[in-house]
C-alpha cells in the first residue's frame, strides 16, 4: 500500500506540474508525445487522473497529520 501512495503521489505530483507549464508557458508535458491524438499521452493523463482519485479517497489513511488528529 505504501509503494501505490508513492507511485500515486509522484503522478499527483507531475500532473500539477504538467497544470503549472500551462498556465504559464502554454506549454503541454503530453505535446512531448503527440499530443491528444495519440494513445500514449492520453494513457498518461488517465494514469495520473486515477492517481489523483486514489489519493483523494486514501487520503486519510496515508496522511500522518490527518492520522494524529483523529487521536487527539
Known amino acids: 500500500m ?20 500551462v498556465g504559464l508557458f502554454r506549454w503541454d508535458i503530453g505535446a512531448l508525445f503527440g499530443g491528444q491524438g495519440v494513445w500514449f499521452p492520453r494513457l498518461i493523463y488517465i494514469l495520473i487522473g486515477a492517481a489523483a482519485v486514489y489519493e483523494f479517497a486514501a487520503h486519510k489513511q496515508n496522511c500522518k497529520i490527518c492520522a494524529t488528529e483523529e487521536k487527539k
Open 2 to 21: 505504501k509503494n501505490m501512495h508513492y507511485a500515486a503521489f509522484l503522478l499527483v505530483i507531475i500532473g500539477g506540474l504538467n497544470w503549472l507549464f
